[in-house]
């Protein structure tokens, strides 16, 4: 009897120790951190449960007993947790198991840049270079005109520069593609290359959202017949050749300009794009309005007035002058 009363007191013990142990590291895995300040951890893809214990004690958000006790505790959930790559932003107080369940549910820091329609290659690879929380070099080539996509990303520190770009550029070839598959039967050009050349003109034209299918519908008018599409961006273009900002007004020595972005001198489209348009504009390239306009020119509101016949334009051009008169008084 006193052998068996022996086990028991035995294993009475043992499960006391056990239940003090459990109760020890729960209190720990609960705890606080013994960080004092938010601060930012970015878990790399492929890092383990047991590396990404070591990592959050050596920057200092949990302490050594819950580092131990990390790997164990995803494993002996119900369902075993699977702890997401990303950046986290763990703020002040957070306990082990608090990270453990924010990097479970992948609740990642959410950066993101914006890139806006129209801008030249130059301008987008300055903006992506600008950004600080990424990794990796700056970006030193610079990417054709129109190859891509203005819209806005997230993105998050592991990413680099050039990740970004190559996404923006995925997404452009994306976007163009389904367009065209979808374009209308009658364009005046042949290639999807042609189209983006156009979506790139209509861009600059026209800020108005509104009216971009009635300005494609003009160029897609004039190129029908062989008429010069007598675009300013596109001599914009020639001057600056995409590196900066034009700040004077064009002057008629510039329209007659030998260059093969100029557009008053050479009929057809210039060869190649002139910026990065947006899908609005790509989808007005690829469907523009089916109307006789070949004229249009600034109404004083933002946007444009339309005409059929020259002497409507000339006009509409005179009303354009008036406006300018008074504005300038």
Do not use: C
């Not at 020890?24 to 449960?49: E, W």
């Amino acid at each position: 009897m006193r052998f068996f009363g022996w086990i028991f007191a035995l294993g009475l013990t043992a499960l006391i120790l056990v239940g003090v142990v459990v109760a020890y590291g729960s209190m720990q895995f609960k705890k606080a951190g013994p960080h004092t300040s938010d601060q930012y951890v970015m878990i790399m893809p492929g890092s383990s449960v047991t590396n990404i214990a070591a990592q959050l004690r050596e920057e200092g958000v949990i302490n050594n007993q819950a580092a131990y006790i990390f790997p164990l505790v995803t494993r002996i959930q119900t369902r075993p947790m699977t702890l997401k790559a990303g950046e986290y932003l763990i703020t002040t107080g957070l306990s082990a198991g608090d990270i453990m369940n924010k990097m479970a549910e992948g609740d990642t820091v959410q950066r993101q840049v914006t890139i806006p329609e129209g801008l030249t290659s130059l301008e987008i690879v300055n903006i992506l270079n600008e950004i600080e929380a990424v990794s990796g070099d700056e970006i030193t080539e610079i990417p054709a005109e129109g190859t891509v996509l203005p819209e806005s990303f997230a993105y998050s520190r592991y990413h680099t520069r050039q990740d970004l770009l190559e996404r923006m550029q995925d997404d452009m070839t994306a976007l163009v593609d389904s367009l065209w598959e979808n374009r209308a039967a009658d364009l005046p050009y042949e290639t999807k290359e042609e189209a983006v050349i156009l979506a790139s003109i209509i861009e600059k034209e026209t800020g108005v959202a509104s009216e971009r299918g009635e300005v494609a519908g003009v160029f897609a008018n004039r190129l029908r017949i062989g008429m010069p599409l007598q675009t300013d961006p596109t001599v914009i273009y020639a001057i600056t050749e995409g590196k900066s900002k034009l700040d004077r007004p064009l002057y008629t020595k510039d329209l007659k300009r030998d260059h093969p972005y100029n557009t008053y001198l050479n009929a057809g489209l210039p060869p190649g794009p002139i910026a990065n348009p947006g899908k609005a504009s790509l989808e007005a390239a690829m469907n523009p309005a089916k109307h006789d306009y070949l004229y249009f020119v600034a109404d004083g509101s933002g946007g444009h007035a339309f005409g059929k016949t020259l002497e409507e334009h000339n006009n509409n051009v005179a009303k354009w002058r008036q406006i300018q008169r008074q504005n300038s008084r």
